[in-house]
């Protein structure tokens, strides 16, 4: 079993910046993928970003390239998305996700956090 718990979300103002925080409890985190989702009001959740267990491949939806990066650090059990030039199509609930292949689709995660919202203002 594993537990996540997202953090870092809030109010931002547009072209501002904000780093989520997704803490994993259990043993096995290196060993897992893990992903950001997001689901803006009246959407589909979707894919974000993802990051092998080692942090060794990383993989990013093409609406956040070159301004949302996704790390992780195994010694804490933690993955984390720095989100730059944030703009108001942004806004959502951000989810972490713990998967066992590295995958963009949501059923190659077994376990969701509650999520996060994030909130940017034009």
């Known amino acids: 079993q594993v537990q996540l718990v997202e953090s870092g979300g809030g109010l931002v103002q547009a072209g501002g910046s904000l780093r989520l925080s997704c803490a994993a409890s259990g043993r096995t985190f290196s060993t897992r993928t893990m992903g950001w989702f997001r689901q803006a009001p009246g959407k589909e959740r979707e894919f974000v970003a993802a990051i092998s267990g080692s942090g060794g491949r990383t993989y990013v939806a093409d609406s956040v390239k070159g301004r949302f990066i996704i790390s992780r650090d195994n010694a804490k059990n933690t993955v984390y998305l720095q989100m730059n030039s944030l703009t108001p199509e942004d806004t959502a609930l951000y989810y972490c996700?713990?998967?066992?292949?590295?995958?963009?689709?949501?059923?190659?995660?077994?376990?969701w956090g509650q999520g996060t919202q994030v909130t940017v203002s034009s």
């Open positions: 996700a713990a998967g066992r292949i590295a995958t963009t689709t949501q059923n190659g995660y077994d376990y």
